[in-house]
């Protein structure tokens, strides 16, 4: 008589594991999500064959100085650190539309003409839709190879085979290994494919790029556990309507986590934003009320957005508080203390504030701009047009000095600003042509200015 197979439990949405059935899952607290999945008794890896236990070996010597390779997309590879590193893994997530699938393209065709050797492999479409992408984004290289395939085993057959410099997979959702008693997308298969391709992308030493869809709440689908498995976990952000594009690490074990890299959507594919302070700035509007122009940080690079605001009275019980592009907490933490240390009465009034151009900026050299824009709707006067502020507003009213102090100023400087309004800091330096005026209040710097 045959012992029968142990089985447990796995939640489809977290990846929770329980050894009997339950109709919420205790995790996430979803309803319905548990499916019953066979618990192996052997010990394999992730193909399914022996693992053999790998030799130590010495530290030094294990990698080429300079081995990173170009993607040939300047932005992505400031995001990268730099570029592609043979053997790496990287998940790139965004929501539907946001252009993941474009940008892996260009970066193929760019990568193919530099002589290097890619495998595109479509899971949700066929080569004729993948070729009128192509045809419309302008690639010409000759050594993109498509694969339009659900199989992990044959795709797993052809990279070795190939022995691409890249390998795409669009989406790591759509394939499945026919040895795991599960449907594709789930939790057991997604984590099962995305393990076998981080092998193999080790053992021979090519860049993957996984596409990966993205929840309702706007996480990676899938359980968590793919993001440790990676290398780097790209962010691709942008409304469906807006033209701009933001690409943003959220993890890079070869690089740095602060880079972004900007696009705007056009009708030939993915356009570099090389300036994107000038681009932001080009549409603005002069002499109008509770806009301000802030000088923000994104890595390395300095960006100068228009901060708007709109302060009306409320006709609610609870007078709303809306932020686009900015962290709603640190929006309600300006409005007290403009309320409570500058004087202006905001406690019953309906406040709105964006940053324009679909950017989203969490650092505090933020708040001075957004408290400027807010005095400047309340009162209903415009700020100085020539104009740029940073700087971090405090619990006490003061305001006080950010981070690269210098580059800000330059990059104001070189969009034609005539002055920009800081905290005091001792690493202010003075710009040509820029007129550089230190506060320390708030209060101050209001009564500076309206």
Known sequence: ???????????SECGAISVRWVGRCAECGEFGTMRETEVSGTVAGPSGAVVVPAAPLALQGQSAAGARISSGVGELDRVLGGGLVPGSVILVGGEPGAGKSTLLLQASDRMGIAGRTVLLVSGEESPAQVEMRARRVGCRADKIFLLCETS?????????????DLLVI?????????DVESSPGSVAQVKECALRLQRLAKERGMATCLVGHVTKDGSIAGPRIIEHLVDTVLYFEGERFDAFRVLRAVKNRFGSVS?????????SGLAEVENPSALFMQDRQAQVSGTAISVTMEGRRPLLVEVQALVTPSFLPVPKRVAAGLDFNRLAINVAVLDRRAGLKLADLDIFVSVVGGL???????????CMALASSQKDRPLPDSTAYFGEVSLTGEIRPVAATEPRLKEAAKLGFKRALMPRSKDARKVAGLEIVQVSLLKEALHMEL
Do not use: H, N, W
């Open 1 to 11: 008589m045959s012992k029968k197979a142990k089985s447990q439990f796995l939640c």
């Open 152 to 164: 992990l085993e044959r795709v797993m057959a052809e990279a070795e085979k190939l022995a691409p």
């Open 170 to 178: 669009d989406s790591i959702q759509t394939l499945y290994a026919p």
């Open 259 to 267: 880079e972004v890299g900007i696009f705007e959507m056009r009708d």
């Open 360 to 370: 989203k900026v969490l650092e505090p050299a933020l708040d001075l701009g957004v």
